[in-house]
């Protein structure tokens, strides 16, 4: 089985070295590292060439132009597949794999063939639940207990994509993520995708990764930090183009409405920048409303 991890990388070379070094020490090592480079302009090329010259394992990518993170993972997985992948584990490169974190996500996969993909349990740098990456599980969006004490494989209906590892077969059928979403909700519309293929999502709490951002946040526009509101564009967006192409138009208008009401109830909650947050989310519903991306296959014999 050859399995290809994918990491998507931007002007983070520090974590960027860390990330690869917790990819090299698995128990069960992974047989390629793909790096897409999304254009870096703090010395990361340079260091990509360096290390795949002594590391043939390491297979670095740098992108023209920043595609953000979805185009990254589109780019990246494709070329996975297309190079013979089994299976493909994707992350950023704030990801941080634990030595057995592969090897528990594969673990898991066995125990039915109906198994599209699994994913990790995502904690923070002080070993807290990261709050941006709580997968959402099947029937209710919350276990019986609460997820910090959940300690065996739960079938869930969407996860992120720090840590997430994906069949071939799956990839096939299903095709890529949407690159055209650029950052945010890609994930979650690729793994709801997969879902609705017939095939069901696990997640695996022993297999653990550290998600090393600045701050152990949700993806909150309440309390989100000034300077990201473009973000806010992004997912809310994305989330309106996601309704649009899964249901209906009735009850797509009547949801995307109800979520655009959500979104600048929010933002009323906010201390500071409530203007400049408020109209990105109404330019992120406006262009969600017409907005048509393309989901992309690798090129494979089927």
Not at 193 to 222: E, F, M
């Amino acid at each position: 089985m050859k399995i290809t991890a994918v990491v998507v990388t931007y002007n983070r070379l520090a974590l960027l070295r860390q990330c690869i070094k917790s990819l090299r020490n698995q128990t069960r090592q992974v047989d390629e590292i793909i790096v897409i480079n999304n254009c870096s302009t703090d010395g990361t090329a340079d260091f990509l060439d360096e290390i795949a010259a002594t590391c043939p394992e390491i297979k670095p990518t740098t992108l023209p132009s920043n595609v953000g993170g979805a185009g990254g993972f589109e780019a990246g997985m494709g070329m996975a597949i297309e190079q013979g992948a089994d299976r493909v584990w994707i992350m950023d490169d704030d990801t941080l794999p634990t030595p057995t974190a592969l090897e528990r996500l594969l673990a898991a996969e066995e125990s039915d063939p109906r198994v599209g993909f699994t994913c990790s349990r995502v904690e923070w740098t002080d070993g807290s639940m990261h709050l941006m990456n709580k997968p959402l599980f099947k029937g209710r969006r919350r276990p019986d207990r609460p997820i910090d004490e959940v300690t065996s494989t739960i079938e869930c209906n969407a996860a992120t994509f720090v840590s997430l590892l994906v069949k071939r077969e799956v990839v096939v059928k299903v095709g890529l993520p949407i690159g055209e979403y650029f950052i945010w909700h890609d994930d979650i519309e690729y793994t709801s995708r997969i879902l609705r293929a017939g095939y069901t999502g696990l997640y695996v709490p022993d297999s653990v990764v550290i998600h090393s951002t600045a701050h152990n946040l949700g993806a909150t526009i309440v309390n989100a930090p000034a300077g990201t509101e473009k973000r806010f564009y992004y997912q809310v967006r994305n989330q309106v183009a996601t309704k649009r192409m899964n249901a209906s138009p009735i009850a797509a208008a009547i949801s995307n409405r109800l979520r655009l009401h959500r979104f600048k109830r929010n933002v009323k909650k906010r201390r500071d920048n409530r203007d400049l947050f408020m109209e990105q989310v109404l330019k992120g519903y406006r262009d969600g409303l017409h907005f048509n991306p393309v989901i992309h296959f690798p090129k494979v014999d089927k």
